[in-house]
């Protein structure tokens, strides 16, 4: 999935433990969004982003943060994780209706 | 606001059968229509979409989608299934009016399976 890169690909979290997921893409488009996966659910949007320095909720917001200091770069945060935010996490990026998805971060709390 | 709604969780097929999988959407305005297919543990493929024009869209692998106005419907079609089809589909609509700013909100998926 070039163009979109999301890090870590893998993670393990306690619960209670912070972290921070990036996506970085290699263009300056403006529509950025974070979406969860989970088993029959498809994939809800949890934040989104219009440009650099603004963001706004989705879906299904609760627990998570994001920012998007950079147009290139939106991060999506974990203050205290849950077992409940066991998911697979995927940016993508939006220039007219062409959408480019990274390959997603997979993350277990325990 | 929009949704799209898959029918069948599961669809099982016999290899060379036709597959297809159905997809209905609920939209207020002209939709944009999306096919993605996900292989395990693996990310989501571009099928095909439908913006404008054309109501048959012809994507790759052989698959193809037509979309159906008075149907609300855009289903999934492939004339002769291959084991390699075997993953999960998503159909999804651009939410290009409503609050997200363009977000594709996703139906819940169908895993498809190829019998040999």
């Known amino acids: 999935n070039a163009g979109v890169t999301q890090t870590p690909k893998f993670r393990v979290l306690k619960t209670g433990q912070s972290m921070t997921l990036l996506c970085a893409q290699d263009?300056?488009?403006?529509?950025m969004y974070w979406y969860r996966q989970d088993p029959g659910m498809g994939l809800r949007l949890i934040h989104y982003?219009?440009?650099?320095?603004?963001?706004a909720k989705g879906e299904v917001p609760d627990g998570y943060n994001v920012s998007r200091l950079k147009k290139q770069n939106f991060l999506l945060g974990l203050e205290s994780a849950a077992p409940s935010q066991t998911s697979v996490y995927f940016c993508?990026?939006?220039?007219?209706?062409?959408?480019?998805f990274g390959s997603g971060t997979r993350l277990t709390v325990v | 606001a929009q949704s799209v709604t898959q029918l069948g969780s599961h669809v099982s097929v016999s290899e060379g059968a036709l597959v297809l999988l159905r997809c209905n959407y609920s939209?207020?305005?002209?939709?944009?229509l999306f096919w993605y297919v996900q292989y395990p543990n693996q990310g989501l493929q571009l099928l095909l979409k439908?913006?404008?024009?054309?109501?048959l869209v012809k994507g790759i692998n052989g698959f193809e989608a037509e979309f159906k106005k008075s149907e609300t419907s855009f289903h999934l079609t492939k004339p002769s299934a291959h084991m390699s089809d075997a993953a999960e589909y998503f159909c999804?609509?651009?939410?290009?009016?409503?609050?997200?700013?363009?977000?594709?909100?996703f139906g819940k998926g169908t895993k498809l399976s190829v019998k040999p």
């Open positions: 993508a990026r939006r220039r007219e209706y062409g959408y480019t």
């Open positions: 263009m300056n488009h403006e529509y």
């Open positions: 982003s219009v440009g650099e320095g603004t963001t």
């Open positions: 939209s207020s305005v002209p939709p944009y």
């Open positions: 439908y913006t404008t024009g054309a109501t």
């Open positions: 999804a609509v651009s939410d290009r009016y409503g609050g997200s700013q363009g977000n594709l909100i």
